[in-house]
């Protein structure tokens, strides 16, 4: 099943999304898509609403240097344990919605990841019931300005701005995630390709780790981290995430008005 939230002329809503291409149709579903979704009967066509972003999450859980050829890039050795840092929700942006590259920063980075979205509250998960708590999956770019995260020597203004967080363009539950491969592309020319049988630390460990530290919500989401290959984008260009499986995620770059 994918699921989505869409603006339609009626409001916005989460939605149940069926078929493939100009064929798909947005299937409204009631109150929230946790559990079983139950549907109000109300239904678009796709391209006659806008997706937005999947989830409005509470906290965006992110994991660094969790592909060994990212961590070589950036001149660090692959840790031994996840490394986890927080993104606030306010950088999530749907597909096709801006980044917004800040003036201050001379040098704003791509990162495609896979996104995990929680499906239900959890704390202390073991590794095999991991699967018990994901809601599904979709697509993140975890947007850094670089510059910034080597002035600061942390992240979080880095990877704080508003939009730096695009999600979508929609949720797939059913996706096994253990080998899926994710290409990045800036106008039109690969630059990022991977697999996630490649993650240092698999999304079950990842879920472990994380919950042993802090409760997640329903709607929270985990970024698993980025592969080798990351770079900049300058205003006027456009970055595509693609994960197999899940679909595209686009959006163009530009400037703070």
């Known amino acids: 099943m994918r699921l989505g939230r869409v603006a339609s002329p009626e409001g916005v809503a989460f939605v149940g999304i069926e078929g493939d291409g100009s064929d798909s149709v947005a299937k409204e579903i009631a109150e929230h898509p946790f559990g079983t979704p139950t549907y109000t009967g109300r239904s678009w066509p796709l391209a006659d609403v806008r997706l937005l972003a999947p989830i409005l999450a509470s906290k965006v859980v992110c994991v660094g240097k969790n592909y060994a050829d990212h961590a070589a890039e950036m001149g660090d050795p ?77 992240w979080t203004r880095a990877k704080g701005y508003d939009t730096f967080c695009p999600l979508g363009p929609w949720i797939e539950t059913s996706v096994d995630p253990s080998d899926l491969e994710i290409v990045t592309e800036l106008d039109g020319e690969v630059r990022q390709r991977s697999r996630t049988s490649l993650l240092l630390h698999d999304i079950p460990k990842l879920i472990e780790w994380i919950t042993a530290v802090m409760t997640l919500l329903p709607g929270d989401v985990i970024l698993t981290g980025t592969p080798a290959g990351v770079g900049p984008m300058r205003v006027g260009q456009q970055v595509s995430v693609t994960v197999e499986g899940i679909g595209t995620l686009t959006n163009p770059v530009a400037a703070k008005r």
Do not use: M, W
Request: charged share 20%.
């Open 78 to 154: 692959a840790p031994a344990d996840p490394v986890i840092f927080l993104v606030p929700n306010t950088a999530i942006v749907g597909p096709n919605a801006p980044i917004i590259a800040p003036p201050s920063s001379a040098r704003v980075d791509f990162e495609g990841e896979l996104a995990v979205v929680i499906g239900r509250p959890c704390k202390d998960v073991p590794a095999a019931r991991a699967r018990d708590v994901v809601l599904g999956y979709t697509i993140a770019n975890d947007v850094t300005a670089r510059d910034h995260q080597q002035q600061d020597g942390q």
